[in-house]
């Protein structure tokens, strides 16, 4: 099958590394494209001249988030109809550090998924529970919480999107779940959005300290098209393994 791979630079690269990376990684990136549904995420200043780079390409470049305002007097945002005209195809919305650190909360976050559907963007929407959440057994509890009001509120739509999942204790820490803890959630996932919208295959992510390490294994599990990946795709050598690991 083939994986998407999701590229978080979040603001580990900055304007210029993000495009020396783009430009010295081009050739490599498009051929492993071959291989994967490649999306590079860097920050917005970086978006224009990397989409100029992988043009007519099928390397797709994504934003790391938006305004959740149509448009407007809001100095410094960002609207999802401005990311749709610079060529975005994708964005985050609720990622866990948006969440705790900016205080995107699910009001904002269904305000966001709409207006980048409406401009034929495909959310990424983030979910994941904190360490203590999960050592009280309240994953899917608060899974669910954090996924149903969004789900409903773009029930009337058949636009494609992504849900990522990434355990906020699993985010750069370099601790990964246990297999048959992912095979649970993924199973219940997949049951859950085959439930809202039975005719449309949506999109699931693991995003959580993936490497060249555990990447072989997470490959083994149901049910998950793709992963988000952090720190570890900032390293072109490592993000291609990644990329090439088979699932042996
Ligand atoms: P990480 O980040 O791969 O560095 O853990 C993942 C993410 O936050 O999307």
Redo the contacts with the bound molecule.
């Keep these: 099958m083939k994986y998407t791979y999701?590229a978080?630079w979040?603001m580990n690269l900055s304007y210029a590394e993000s495009i020396d990376y783009s430009i010295h990684n081009q050739h490599q990136l498009k051929a492993l494209s071959q291989d994967g549904n490649i999306i590079l995420c860097p920050s917005f200043v970086a978006l224009a001249p990397i989409i100029e780079i992988f043009k007519n390409s099928t390397v797709s470049i994504g934003a790391q988030t938006c305004s959740e305002y149509q448009s407007g007097s809001y100095t410094g945002e960002v609207s999802a109809q401005s990311l749709a005209e610079m060529g975005v195809t994708h964005c985050?919305v609720g990622?866990?550090?948006r969440r705790i650190y900016f205080r995107e909360t699910t009001d904002k976050i269904i305000k966001k998924t709409n207006l980048l559907l409406e401009n034929n963007i495909q959310p990424i929407i983030?979910i994941g529970e904190t360490q203590e959440q999960f050592e009280q057994n309240a994953t899917l509890t608060i899974l669910t919480e954090q996924l149903r009001p969004i789900i409903e509120s773009i029930q009337h739509t058949d636009k494609p999107f992504m849900i990522?999942y990434?355990p906020i204790w699993?985010?750069?820490?370099?601790v990964v779940p246990e297999s048959s803890y992912l095979e649970e959630v993924f199973e219940w996932l997949r049951k859950l959005t085959r439930s809202h919208r039975s005719h449309y295959s949506i999109q699931l992510l693991y995003?959580?300290?993936?490497?060249e390490k555990n990447i072989s294994l997470l490959k083994k599990i149901s049910h998950i098209d793709g992963f988000?990946?952090?720190?570890?795709?900032t390293r072109i050598d490592e993000f291609a393994r990644i990329i090439g690991a088979t699932h042996t």
Excluded: D, P, W, Y
């Excluded at 699993?170 to 370099?174: A, E, H, L, Q």
């Excluded at 995003?207 to 490497?211: E, F, N, P």
């Design positions: 999701i978080n979040k985050f990622h866990s550090e983030c990522a990434e699993s985010i750069g820490t370099g995003g959580g300290s993936v490497t988000l990946i952090g720190n570890a795709s």
